[in-house]
């Protein structure tokens, strides 16, 4: 476990400072002078509060356990998703103990105690997030502890407190990680597992990252050996079009791609068109499309990825990270986006252009129908890029962590902070 850390004296002390300096710097990318200034201490003063009732709520005694893996999901909404099912059978089919929990809100942290005072000194506008931090590791006592909440200020102190143990704190990206998102710039984890070389290069051009990991290429793990799919019969003439989430459904951009994708289904009932949605969104725009159209279908929510991208002989792509599943399923993609709005996954070096209009579309369609071989070239390359491991990803993050557990270290790039001061 060569990415424990020595702890000084004032380490935890020393994490908070460096917190105010990361955060004022993420302010400061946005805001002029004054209004970081003002933001800076409303911020400040709502963690103090936090921080003093904290003090008060410390739990007397833990109930305590020990296992190999504490999961750490984003938030119990995440954990009722069950995203991670596999990961978990995975781990625990080869015998290690394995729990699962999620980060509480401040105010279940709070009513329930959720608490244990820190080993060190830290400011009181940070002592929720290191007390609560400490109470997760003595509850649990981790080896490794996999968390998945992406920018959290849970995580220097996780790690803290994982580090005076000997244990580790394993960072597992749940996407590709090539947005701008400011939530990505954190970056203190001993390892971080990242899904391919796209999220690497993404992660290392960031003007400001917090921490230092040992950033390592597994794979997702959320694929396994479902989509290793033969390429489909492109006479098949099926469209699976990737939705996109709740947030985005309700801007005018979004509307327009889901209105283009509607008439042109409309204007081709040659084409059956499936429709998975996001697993947060209720479809409506979808759901009243499929009432009015006979070859358009949307999947149930038990219907899986691998399974609708197995029954469809090409994908259509808005903004989703499906598609890095359907480009290595050996499925041709075409990306279509009329909301203006940057491609991340810089599908256009792959794939073509981003398609805005019904005529376009009808043109990459009939392309891809001449040259379906071809087309999957360009798939493999897009796949290559954006993921380690291939259909194995599931197995390779599984096999690096059992390495970590063992107490060998993983071979990745080391990363430092960036742009704190």
Not at 116 to 131: D, N
Request: overall charge positive.
């Amino acid at each position: 476990m060569s990415a424990l850390r020595q702890e000084t004296a004032a380490a935890w002390a020393a994490r908070a400072h460096g917190l105010d300096r990361y955060r004022w710097r993420i302010l400061r990318a946005r805001h002029g002078l004054v209004g970081s200034a003002l933001r800076f201490a409303r911020d400040a003063l709502v963690d103090w509060y936090f921080g003093m009732y904290a003090r008060l709520r410390l739990a007397r005694a833990v109930d305590a356990q020990s296992c190999d893996f504490l999961l750490l999901q984003m938030s119990p909404k995440v954990v009722r998703l069950q995203r991670k099912q596999a990961l978990l059978a995975a781990l625990r089919e080869r015998g290690h103990r394995v729990e699962d929990t999620a980060l509480q809100k401040p105010d279940t942290i709070l009513a329930e105690r959720l608490l244990r005072r820190p080993p060190q000194p830290v400011p009181t506008r940070y002592f929720l997030q290191a007390a609560h931090a400490q109470w997760l590791v003595e509850r649990y006592a981790p080896k490794i502890l996999l968390n998945d909440r992406n920018g959290s200020f849970y995580s220097p102190f996780l790690r803290l407190a994982l580090n005076r143990r000997q244990c580790l704190l394993v960072h597992l990206a749940h996407a590709t990680t090539v947005e701008s998102s400011r939530r990505l710039g954190m970056n203190d984890y001993d390892y971080y597992f990242l899904f391919g070389q796209s999220s690497l290069e993404a992660l290392a051009e960031r003007k400001l990252r917090f921490g230092t990991s040992t950033v390592v290429l597994s794979g997702s793990y959320l694929i396994d050996q479902n989509f290793d799919l033969p390429p489909a019969d492109p006479q098949l003439r099926t469209l699976l079009i990737l939705g996109v989430g709740p947030d985005k459904e309700k801007e005018v951009g979004y509307c327009r791609t889901y209105a283009l994708l509607g008439e042109w289904a409309e204007q081709n009932p040659d084409y059956r068109v499936l429709v998975k949605l996001h697993p947060r969104s209720r479809g409506t725009f979808w759901q009243q499309a499929a009432a009015a159209l006979g070859n358009l279908q949307v999947l149930p929510p038990g219907y899986s990825l691998a399974e609708a991208i197995k029954n469809s002989s090409m994908v259509i792509n808005i903004m989703s990270n499906a598609v890095i599943e359907a480009a290595l399923a050996r499925r041709p993609v075409i990306h279509v986006n009329a909301s203006g709005e940057p491609d991340i996954f810089n599908q256009s070096r792959f794939f073509g252009e981003c398609i805005q209009d019904v005529a376009l579309l009808r043109q990459r369609i009939e392309a891809i129908q001449r040259d379906y071989p071809a087309s999957l070239e360009r798939a493999a390359a897009f796949s290559e890029y954006h993921l380690a491991s291939g259909a194995n990803g599931l197995g390779q993050t599984v096999a690096l962590l059992e390495q970590l557990l063992a107490g060998r270290s993983c071979t990745g790039v080391t990363l430092q902070a960036v742009g704190i001061g």
